[in-house]
């Protein structure tokens, strides 16, 4: 089939060049990996080891996978690699960070690069270092590197929120919050700062009343529809039922499809009905 000939292609250019531009690191070190536990199962099912049969991959056919087929794997991971991220459209807009983001330019000798570039290149080598760190279980590193991240871009959304989440988790909840607020003076203008405050009051601190004000500023701009949801029920939990239901009707209006809404407006209902 054309499909799995140009997956089988793939896959062998991938080996290929995995090994012939990445002389250490992941790419090597997992490609030899697989060379070795194909050979590995090779001897197991044949009964010997030819040392030769390691290196070289063709001769690899035994054991029910050859190097076409494993040629083939790596060609669709390729595929699935390349094609996923062209199509994923995130809903909301989110910071052009992320980890391992290198812009092309990072790759190619120049003389001159914009300040922009520079900034964008240096907080996804750091994103890139605290994943590690993060997957490693170095979670004070990756807390210094977000408030790194900060400094480097102050309307990184992203770096405030993964910090407060980790300062809150190791209960530095003051140096969380004070985080937080920074995060608002920096970008008064978006939804995220004053929700991030509000859900630290409502559930971190478990104080909803002292979360409400803050919800209330987040719904000022444009936001996710999950952000009426706690505003709902952080009035609930004050005792504020009917501002809770309006705020359920308001959405079941804007989305009349919306089954969490309509359970919700039928319970506050039933609730009022019987405390009246």
């Not at 004070?178 to 929700?195: C, I, S």
């Not at 803050?214 to 701009?221: I, N, S, T, V």
């Amino acid at each position: 089939m054309p499909v799995m000939k140009f997956c089988t292609f793939m896959g062998q250019k991938t080996l290929l060049s995995s090994l012939r531009k990445f002389r250490w690191g992941v790419a090597k070190w997992a490609t030899v990996k697989v060379y070795l536990g194909v050979a590995t199962l090779r001897a197991k099912l044949v009964g010997s080891w030819d040392k030769t049969a390691v290196w070289s991959v063709p001769q690899i056919r035994d054991g029910g996978m050859s190097m076409n087929r494993l040629a083939l794997l790596f060609g669709l991971l390729s595929v699935v690699v390349w094609v996923v991220p062209q199509r994923a459209q995130p809903q909301y807009p989110t910071h052009p960070h992320f980890v391992w983001g290198l812009v092309p330019s990072f790759f190619k000798a120049h003389r001159t690069h914009s300040d922009q570039e520079v900034v964008d290149n240096a907080i996804a080598i750091l994103l890139g270092i605290g994943d590690y760190c993060w997957h490693e279980g170095f979670h004070y590193q990756v807390i210094r590197i977000q408030k790194a991240c900060v400094e480097l871009d102050p309307q990184f959304s992203e770096a405030y929120e993964n910090a407060a989440w980790l300062l809150v988790s190791y209960n530095r909840k003051e140096e969380a919050l004070a985080l937080l607020q920074r995060y608002l003076r920096e970008n008064p203008n978006r939804y995220e700062p004053y929700y991030e405050i509000g859900w630290f009051y409502y559930h971190w601190q478990k104080q909803p009343a002292e979360a409400i004000p803050w919800l209330e500023k987040a719904l000022r701009f444009p936001h996710p529809p999950i952000i009426e949801h706690t505003l709902a029920h952080a009035y609930e939990r004050v005792g504020r039922l009917e501002e809770a239901l309006a705020v359920w009707e308001n959405k079941l209006k804007r989305y009349p499809n919306d089954l969490v809404a309509k359970r919700q407006v039928e319970r506050l209902r039933q609730l009022l009905q019987q405390k009246r």
